[in-house]
């Protein structure tokens, strides 16, 4: 049986095993969850290239996909695609999230850099969603798509 370590495993048993009290800082590997709730009520008019402003995020903030979704409340409508970022890389937390007939989805869907090295971000940030070329289709009006977004500070 072989074993796999974390990195961060690694330092922490290094730590123990040369009794150093080096042990990594456990709040730079996680720390305290933050959670921002947010809904947004889209019309008949949503089209290809809108965008949803979501929230602003702390300097610091790392957002963690895998705990952060996007919810429709009803079916849109239309089969809605939604992108999640910030003005330097639009689809940084979330690539073509698909929404149709309600229910929810996790940003970590479509994303696997983001799951595995999540930015720090460098400045308050506005986080937002764009709605992709053929992504709107015929949105029903007032439709509520709800967001969480999950974030620790470090």
Request: glycine residues 8%; aromatic residues 6%; proline residues 4%.
């Amino acid at each position: 049986m072989a074993n796999f370590d974390s990195s961060f495993y690694t330092a922490q048993a290094l730590a123990i095993a040369t009794s150093s009290g080096d042990a990594p800082n456990l709040k730079a590997a996680g720390g305290e969850v933050q959670m921002i709730h947010a809904t947004i009520t889209l019309t008949s008019a949503t089209a290809d290239a809108d965008l949803l402003r979501i929230c602003y995020l702390p300097k610091s903030a790392k957002v963690i996909p895998s705990l952060s979704k996007v919810q429709c409340h009803a079916d849109p409508g239309t089969t809605l695609v939604l992108d999640i970022g910030i003005s330097t890389d639009v689809d940084l937390f979330a690539d073509g999230i698909v929404l149709s007939g309600g229910g929810a989805v996790a940003f970590d869907a479509n994303v696997c850099l983001q799951a595995r090295v999540p930015a720090q971000l460098t400045a308050e940030t506005l986080v937002y969603a764009t709605i992709p070329t053929s992504g709107a289709g015929t949105v029903t009006d007032g439709s509520l798509v709800t967001f969480w977004i999950a974030y620790t500070l470090g």
